[in-house]
Nanobody
Framework: QVQLVESGGGSVQAGGSLRLSCAAS????????MGWFRQAPGKEREFVAV??????????YYTDSVKGRFTISRDNAKNTVYLQMNSLKPEDTAVYYC??????????????????WGQGTQVTVSS
């Protein structure tokens, strides 16, 4: 069973930065999708950013509200995906979940199309 372990959450003031990490317990796929969703209090979980990857290429996708502020990247050797979050806003406050799946499985934006999930890490941004 693949496990995804997140780290890097915390509390920052508006305008600050955090970097989230998600390490897979094993080399899951030579190609696939890994990324991040988030769930704010009282709201449904939503797509944040993902990276599709093969052995030679990667494509990234972002929700509009984080474009220009968040950057997703992947270290193939470490089987780890990162989310660098800059210029954080109070509305970014949420539990952030890492998600992963193989290369074929529907929309990259839809949480039901992911097979593996991390336990979540809290990000709190104060004004």
């Amino acid at each position: 069973q693949v496990q995804l372990v997140e780290s890097g959450g915390g509390s920052v003031q508006a305008g600050g930065s955090l970097r989230l990490s998600c390490a897979a317990s094993e080399r899951t796929f030579s190609s696939g999708v890994m990324g991040w969703f988030r769930q704010a209090p009282g709201k449904e979980r939503e797509f944040v950013a993902v990276a599709t990857f093969t052995w030679s290429d990667s494509v990234t996708y972002y929700t509009d509200s984080v474009k220009g502020r968040f950057t997703i990247s992947r270290d193939n050797a470490k089987n780890t995906v990162y989310l660098q979050m800059n210029s954080l806003k109070p509305e970014d406050t949420a539990v952030y979940y890492c998600a992963a799946r193989g290369p074929f499985g529907g929309s990259v934006y839809r949480e039901n199309d992911y097979d593996y999930w991390g336990q979540g890490t809290q990000v709190t941004v104060s004004s």
